[in-house]
């Protein structure tokens, strides 16, 4: 634990993990989220400033609850954020399906993990390369 100032009000509180907000201020900030959450709801095509402009928040802390999958855009939304590793658009997390299956199959390779291949269908032997046996 340490001592840190909010980054919203500054007050002094003690700092275990997650946003570097107090107490108050992450309760006034999650009521925001729910807020956030049933606007977009309301309004599934909204831009990403008029949804901040109405409900009051930074288009930075919208984007945060975005990277964060807390806040998810159905695909015809133009709200969408650019993925970390190739900057395509996104909808929600941090990277495009593209990239977590890129930087899954790298992990795998450092680790050393493979996942077998398919094995490719037998063909069948001609009848004349079969062994016969005579009752």
Request: glycine share 6%; proline share 6%.
């Amino acid at each position: 634990m340490e001592l840190i100032s909010c980054v919203k009000c500054g007050k002094l509180f003690q700092h275990i993990s997650g946003p570097r907000v107090c107490q108050q201020c992450g309760k006034e900030l999650e009521e925001k989220f729910v807020e956030v959450k049933a606007y977009v709801r309301e309004h599934p095509n909204i831009d990403m400033r008029t949804l901040s402009k109405e409900c009051e928040v930074s288009p930075k802390q919208i984007q945060r609850w975005v990277r964060e999958d807390r806040l998810v855009f159905s695909a015809d939304s133009p709200i969408g954020i650019p993925c970390e590793r190739c900057g395509k658009t996104i909808k929600s997390g941090r990277f495009c399906e593209s990239c977590k299956n890129g930087i899954t199959h790298d992990l795998e390779n450092a680790a050393g993990i493979r996942k077998p291949k398919s094995e490719a269908p037998k063909k069948k032997a001609p009848e004349s390369d079969k062994m016969r046996f005579l009752g």
